[in-house]
Structures are given as C-alpha cells and as structure tokens.
C-alpha cells in the first residue's frame, strides 16, 4: 500500500478511532466520525471545544488515528502517528462546516463550542491478511 492507497482507504471509512494523552500520560481513544476533508497529509475532524480532547490536545499534540474494515474473511486497519492542531479560527472552521451541523451547534459556524481538529500526518502502518507495512507520509 502507497501514500493515495492509505488515503483513498481512509476516505471510505464511515468511522475514525482518535488516541491523545491524557494529564497523567496514559493514551485515551474516542470514535469519531468520518473526517470531514482529507487534504495533502491532513486530516480534518468537526468536534466540541469543550470536550476534554481538546484539552489534552493543547497540552500535547502528539496523537494517532486509526481506521479499519472488517469484511467476512478480511480485516484491514490503518494507524497513523503525527500531531493533533486544534483550530478555532473562523477560515478553518468554514472549510469543513456542513448545512447539518447546526443540530449540533445551535449558532451555526461561528459557534464558540464548534471547533476543526486537524490531523497532520506523519507515517502509517497499515495491517491486512496477517502483514504490516510502513508508509511514510
């Protein structure tokens, strides 16, 4: 698997698995929904200000996410390391913004509690029929 194939992987999956530390060092994972844009090694998730990833987030950046399909008799999975940007500023936020995201943020994109997590890649492993590779990105 090459840099577009873990890409174009990512792109299909409807559910994202995102791992921070925590304030006493230990890894803590959250399901996601799917990114809301993929752009060169970037990856971009809606969320909460408020949520306590934030938080850890902004005292540590370090972070994984991983994705994964399971079929009948195949199971494929990606984990990918790199740095979690938190971004509130208004140009960022427009660009994931979605028409039903206002059932989630009640003023709309410029809601305070409505803020981007953006994902910069640096390697994947990518697991499938009992192998791994590692792809820099």
Known sequence: ??????FEFIS????????SVNEQGYPIVRAMLAPRKIENNQIYFSTNTSSKKIK???NNDKACVYFYKRGK??????CIIGEMEVCTDQP???????????LFYKQ???DPDYCVLK???KTAEYYCD???ATIEL
């Open 92 to 102: 960022t936020k427009d660009k994931i913004w979605r028409i039903g995201d206002k």
């Open 73 to 78: 008799f195949k199971y494929q999975g990606v």
């Open 119 to 121: 994902f910069k890649c």
């Open 1 to 6: 698997m090459d840099k577009n194939e873990v």
């Open 108 to 110: 709309g994109v410029t």
């Open 12 to 19: 299909q999956q409807k559910t994202a698995f995102i791992a």
């Open 56 to 58: 850890q987030y902004l």
């Open 130 to 132: 009992f192998k791994t």
